[in-house]
């Protein structure tokens, strides 16, 4: 199967940009030598001046299928709809340009990846962590919930203490497909009704083990952390990613630097919190995303220019309060944090692929990688990021070489 793109200007996502250009996939992949004699295409597409962009990846997202975000709906809705919804949830964000979701926590994911590899539903790539750790009490442990239906019927998170459960949570999560190691090693600003986001739900101890056990497997850690005491916890654990990393001081910054780990942003979320209205959210929980969300976009802005990697992540997980389809919101969050454009574009991109260890395959058109991009209007998205936040502006998204979505295919 292949497809031909014609006069396109390109941003791939590696420093270059290339202007009036034809892009070639051939069997999934991007072939940037020209076509061969004669070669029929599949797909043969006029790109019309538009822009082409790689596909988008969200480097940290749930799929859990809910439709409130409130716990006490997530263990008492039949477990039958809810992949149901979230087939529709992927299809959004499929639509979105997000070709590639890292699954950030939750039953479903490898389930949900297998049914989309084989065709069965549509959807972006999965990279599934299944089920996170927490600790009994931790952020991934429902506290407003009796403990025998959290751990009956875990949404999101293994409840595990001590060395040894630890060991047979990470190791269940390769049995059950999982492609990465979550662990909520914080407590968090919202959404946790016991806990707190600078506390450490795990000691130190307890972590170094999770990250041996998990690397011994060949399976990255990312760890929700949210304040630089628990930050410093984990990277002298071990742990690959930080997931949220709000607050930073400068000496965290450092130790950042110094173990060469990344940050997938969220800030997204935390202005979803001030706009909603509803129980789940309590004014006390808002009024600290208020008066955190300065802080954590400087904090952003501050690593960003210091040499931090930061990647994006949604944190989409319940519609209404997070729609799916809207996940390219976190871009606009970091770039009014000061983050140049084109870095934000990066964030979406080829950075998410570097998070997830996938660079070679992934996040920029090059030859020779999956053939994963999204084809926008003629207004350049380094001059308006609009251009790739506003899913009105995805003409068409392509997948491994086939058009899968995009207004320009009604």
Same mark, same amino acid.
């Given at each position: ?19 009036? *250009? ?18 029929? #295409?599949?797909?043969? /597409? ?37 992949? &149901? ?5 992927? =299809? ?5 340009? &997000? ?17 989309? =590899? ?40 293994t409840v595990c203490d001590g060395t040894t459960e630890i060991r047979k949570a990470v190791r269940t999560v390769l049995r059950e497909g999982g492609e990465w190691v979550k662990v909520w090693a914080s407590g968090a600003i919202a959404l946790s009704d016991n806990d707190a986001p600078d506390q450490l739900h795990f000691s ?22 949210? &304040? ?17 990393? &709000? ?5 965290? /910054?450092?130790?950042?630097? =110094? ?23 309590? =004014? ?18 501050? *690593? ?12 989409? #997980? ?5 729609? #799916? ?39 920029? /058109? ?12 003629? /207004? ?31």
């Amino acid at each position: 199967m292949s497809t031909r793109i014609t006069q396109v200007n390109v941003w791939h996502a590696t420093g270059e940009v290339s202007r009036g *250009a034809t892009i070639i996939i051939r069997d999934g992949v991007f072939v940037l030598g020209g076509a061969e004699p004669d070669e029929a #295409f599949e797909h043969d /597409i006029d790109g019309d001046g538009r822009w082409l962009i790689p596909g988008l990846i969200d480097s940290h997202m749930h799929i859990w299928g809910v439709r409130s975000s409130n716990p006490a709906n997530w263990v008492v809705d039949p477990l039958g709809i809810r992949p &149901f919804r979230a087939v529709a949830d992927l =299809e959004k964000v499929l639509r979105a340009g &997000f070709t590639t979701v890292r699954e950030a926590g939750g039953v479903m994911g490898p389930s949900i990846r297998d049914a989309i =590899e084989e065709g069965a539903i549509l959807g972006p790539r999965v990279v599934p962590a299944y089920l996170g750790l927490s600790s009994t009490g931790g952020h991934g442990d429902c506290h407003s919930l009796p403990i025998e239906w959290v751990r009956d019927r875990p949404y999101m998170a293994t409840v595990c203490d001590g060395t040894t459960e630890i060991r047979k949570a990470v190791r269940t999560v390769l049995r059950e497909g999982g492609e990465w190691v979550k662990v909520w090693a914080s407590g968090a600003i919202a959404l946790s009704d016991n806990d707190a986001p600078d506390q450490l739900h795990f000691s130190v101890d307890e972590l170094r083990v999770l990250c041996e056990e998990a690397h011994a497997l060949g399976l990255r850690v990312g760890a929700h952390v949210e &304040f630089p005491s628990a930050i410093e916890a984990c990277l002298e654990a071990g742990i690959d990613v930080i997931e949220h990393g &709000f607050i930073l001081d400068e000496t965290t /910054i450092s130790s950042i630097l =110094e173990h060469d780990v990344p940050i997938v942003t969220t800030m997204a979320l935390l202005r979803r919190y001030l706009r909603w209205v509803g129980p789940e959210i309590t =004014e006390a929980q808002r009024e600290m995303a208020r008066e955190l969300l300065p802080r954590i976009m400087d904090s952003a802005r501050r *690593a960003h220019e210091a040499g931090v990697m930061l990647a994006m992540g949604s944190d989409s #997980f319940a519609e209404p309060l997070t729609p #799916f389809g809207a996940n390219a919101e976190e871009m606009l969050a970091l770039s009014e944090a000061g983050i140049p454009v084109e870095d934000c574009l990066r964030a979406a991109t080829i950075n998410g692929a570097k998070v997830m260890g996938r660079e070679q395959q992934l996040g920029s /058109i090059e030859e020779g990688k999956l053939g994963d991009c999204v084809l926008l209007g003629r /207004i350049s998205p380094l001059d308006d990021l609009m251009q790739v936040a506003d899913p009105e502006n995805i003409a068409l998204v392509i997948k491994g070489g086939v058009p899968v979505a995009g207004h320009s295919m009604a």
